[in-house]
């Protein structure tokens, strides 16, 4: 069974900054993309940031503010979040795609973490 849980979310004024973690966790035997979501309340679930084997995508929004990074012996990635907005308010979500020890693989979502950014 994998796990997926994050930490770091919280309540920041706008320009501030916050670091958001997640690890993975469980049966696992290999790990390709992992990377974050967010949906804000009323709004559909949209990609922040990815990284997959050295590449890293980032949501136009989040370009230039956002660093995505991984540590694959903690199974970790990060999210270092700054120069924050009000719009950047939402629930982040971690998801990854893990290989278990039985061979089979699967897309993994946390729980989620509330980042609020007051202005």
């Known amino acids: 069974q994998v796990q997926l849980v994050e930490s770091g979310g919280g309540l920041v004024q706008a320009g501030g900054s916050l670091r958001l973690s997640c690890a993975a966790s469980g049966s696992i035997r290999s790990i390709t993309y992992m990377g974050w979501y967010r949906q804000a309340p009323g709004k559909q679930r949209e990609m922040v940031a990815m990284t997959t084997s050295g590449n890293t995508n980032y949501a136009d929004s989040v370009k230039g503010r956002f660093t995505i990074s991984r540590d694959n012996g903690k199974k970790t990635v990060y999210l270092q979040m700054n120069s924050l907005k009000p719009e950047d308010t939402a629930v982040y979500y971690c998801?990854?795609?893990?290989?278990?020890?039985?061979?089979?693989?699967?897309?993994?979502w946390g729980q989620g973490t509330q980042v609020t950014v007051s202005s």
């Open positions: 998801t990854a795609a893990c290989q278990d020890t039985a061979w089979k693989w699967g897309d993994y």
